[in-house]
């Protein structure tokens, strides 16, 4: 069995729990504990310790991609002494900028602070072009290819890379699958490479095995309504047992989610846990 809080999401509906724009999520599998994401600051570690989870005990760290709302915490994790292993892309830490119209200036959307500053976490950082098994039945997937013709890269983001600004391909977004009862749980940040490519690499690594649990941020707020219309289709027709989308999902997307999956979509937020 699986359980998992969300300890970061842009939603708050309870009481003493704060909410900021990021992802943080808090998952248990047997005796191992993983931290899927930082959100912006310390309110991931705000609210662990409102909801009575350790975060500073946590067995892994796993940064989905480079940008400030899902990395920022990571400055806060709370046990120094005792930085567990920091598993992130190389280019997760290269300077990146946002723009979404021609007269906009660029914004930093990247990592918010150097990660040469905080030796006692750059010391733990493992990088993961590749698929990895970080324990027994728990991978870090690397790269995601573009398997899926009807999603592309989000235009409007940028990296310097070699001294060049060039557009940002997302090729630092990862995702978390794990295995549990003969099954898998896939776990996005913001699914910048598309839900349907995701899926389809994370259904490539663990052939065979029906997904139990989506829980991810999806990025489908602006996108056409024929991609979020296949989009949806596509999950209808995985026959997911829980999708929950998160963070930068879009309100109108997750009304759209919910009223074709039904009770299949949770709308969790911050606060919320879940037992899979």
Same mark, same amino acid.
């Given at each position: 069995?699986?359980?998992?809080? @969300? ?7 309870? !009481?003493?729990? $704060? ?6 999520? %808090? ?12 959100g912006q600051t310390d309110v991931f570690y705000h609210n662990a310790r409102k909801l009575g989870i ?10 989905? =991609?480079?940008?400030? &709302? ?18 992130? =892309? ?16 660029? !914004? ?8 040469? +500053?905080? #030796? %006692? ?20 997937? /690397? ?6 013709? #009807?999603?592309?890269?989000? *235009?409007?983001?940028? @990296?310097? *890379?070699?001294? *060049?600004? @060039? ?10 699958? @794990?295995?549990? &009862? ?5 776990? $996005? /940040? ?26 991810? /941020?999806?990025?489908?707020?602006? #996108? ?12 209808? +027709? $995985?026959?997911?047992?829980k999708v929950i989308p998160l963070h930068c999902t879009g309100f109108g997307a997750m009304c759209e989610?919910?009223?074709?999956? *039904? ?8 606060? +919320?846990?879940?037992?899979?």
């Open positions: 069995m699986l359980k998992v809080c @969300i300890l970061a999401d842009d939603r708050v509906r309870k !009481r003493g729990i $704060l909410a900021e724009h990021g992802l943080s999520l %808090w998952i248990e599998k047997d005796d191992k504990s993983i931290l899927f994401d930082t350790d975060a500073g005990s946590a067995d892994f760290i796993v940064l989905s =991609h480079g940008h400030y &709302d899902h990395t920022g915490g990571l400055a806060c994790f709370p046990n120094r002494s005792k930085v567990p292993p920091i598993y992130v =892309h190389p280019d997760a830490f290269l300077e990146k900028y946002a723009c979404t119209d021609d007269d906009e200036p660029s !914004r930093d959307v990247g990592v918010p602070f150097s990660i040469s +500053d905080y #030796v %006692w976490l750059e010391e733990q950082i493992i990088h993961t072009a590749r698929p990895l098994e970080i324990a027994e039945g728990i991978v870090v997937s /690397g790269e995601i290819p573009c398997l899926s013709p #009807v999603e592309e890269v989000p *235009k409007g983001f940028y @990296i310097k *890379k070699d001294g *060049k600004m @060039i557009h940002d391909m997302m090729l630092d977004e990862q995702m978390l699958i @794990i295995e549990d &009862d003969g099954e898998i749980a896939i776990f $996005l /940040g913001c699914s910048h490479p598309g839900v349907i490519n995701s899926i389809k690499y994370a259904k490539k690594l663990f052939p065979g095995k029906n997904i139990k649990l989506l829980m991810a /941020g999806m990025h489908l707020n602006n #996108v056409s309504p024929i991609r979020l219309q296949m989009t949806i289709q596509y999950l209808l +027709d $995985l026959g997911i047992k989610i919910k009223r074709f999956l *039904k009770d299949t979509c949770l709308t969790l937020c911050t606060g +919320d846990k879940i037992q899979v």
